[in-house]
């Protein structure tokens, strides 16, 4: 059976995670992302890694509506290749809270 999410953004207790926290992919591959929390969701990435096919105009923070929204990203074709960290946030009580995954979440380009 396919996959159907790249990246999943989940609740577990009191914590907010992503899994998994380490994917890969190759230039031009789409990345799609799942917010399986009842929270809104603030995805960042670093400057010409990512596009929004959703809303090209904010291709480094992707706000994912809550309550199993998706989104699908794609990875840009002149992405160099590395490892990316990115970060995944809510707001609570006015304070950001940082999802994780075993650590930091990493994006992969390969060559």
Known sequence: MPKQ????I???GSEYRVRPAT???SRGDPCKVRNVTNKIMVLGFPANLIEDTANPATNEVVTLQGNQ???TLKIRAGAAAGAYSYFVF???NGKPVFASGE???IIIVDD
């Open 23 to 25: 994917v890969a992919f």
């Open 103 to 105: 650590s930091d979440p």
């Open 5 to 8: 999410y790249d990246i999943y």
């Open 69 to 71: 929204k998706n989104t």
């Open 10 to 12: 989940i609740e577990v």
């Open 90 to 92: 809510t707001t609570e």
